[in-house]
């Protein structure tokens, strides 16, 4: 269940990134094989990347619920075999005052652990280091306006991937950055008449993996 642990912690964190208000409810559900174990102290390990940046105690295994339950965020944790085209799958639902979000994850061959769908897009990108998420426009040339701002602040792109729902609509592109942007470059993309939203997200990163 190790890794299915940092993952998930790893998912809250790019959820409270993307979720703006305040937390109301959260659904955890573990799909596959994973859901034959105890999941249990899944719901912890989301909690923990939910909370950390949103609460002034350090949050962890024992306090992570009573801090949830605090704030009154009911948090839901199910189980389900079926996992689709994955031997196992969690994903989580958050719900706040203003909007609700949804991520999958999964794990690749025991070992590598990939965010597989941000609210309904579709990817493979790996959930560590310094990561942009924009949603942007279905049209040509946006990738190269985003790519270009990068570019121009000296900011190298180590990993890409895309993904949209339908022709000529919107886009999600997640970004693995070799460093930080500023909080000023993510504004100097939300600016871009192609974007709709960018998010920074940093996380730690996969020991072992590449």
């Known amino acids: 269940l190790k890794p299915f642990l940092g993952l998930a912690q790893?998912?809250?964190?790019?959820?409270?990134?993307?979720?703006?208000?305040?937390?109301?409810?959260?659904?955890?559900?573990?799909?596959g094989d994973i859901?034959?174990?105890?999941?249990?102290?899944?719901?912890?390990?989301?909690?923990?990347?939910?909370?950390d940046d949103k609460v002034?105690?350090?949050?962890?295994?024992?306090?992570?619920?009573?801090?949830?339950?605090?704030?009154?965020?009911?948090v839901t944790l199910g189980t389900s075999k079926k996992a689709r085209e994955f031997a196992n799958l969690i994903?989580?639902?958050?719900?706040?005052?203003t909007e609700t979000h949804t991520v999958l994850g999964t794990i690749f061959g025991n070992k590598y652990p990939r965010v597989i769908s941000i609210d309904g897009y579709s990817m493979e990108m790996r959930p560590e280091g310094d990561v942009l998420i924009l949603v942007n426009d279905d049209a040509p040339g946006a990738i190269s306006k985003f790519t270009a701002v990068l570019a121009d602040n000296g900011l190298n792109i180590a990993d890409l991937t895309l993904s949209r729902k339908q022709r000529q609509g919107l886009a999600m592109v997640g970004l693995n950055l070799d460093e930080a942007p500023t909080p000023e470059v993510v504004a100097q993309l939300k600016s871009l008449d192609c974007v709709e939203e960018a998010w920074h997200v940093q996380l730690p990163p996969l020991a072992g993996t590449e």
Request: glycine share 6%; net charge negative.
């Open 35 to 51: 859901a034959e174990l105890d999941v249990a102290p899944v719901k912890s390990s989301v909690l923990i990347g939910l909370l």
């Open 56 to 74: 002034d105690d350090t949050v962890n295994v024992i306090n992570a619920t009573p801090l949830a339950d605090e704030r009154g965020i009911d």
């Open 10 to 31: 790893r998912m809250g964190v790019l959820l409270s990134a993307i979720s703006s208000g305040v937390i109301q409810e959260v659904k955890i559900t573990c799909r």
């Open 91 to 97: 994903e989580i639902q958050i719900t706040t005052d």
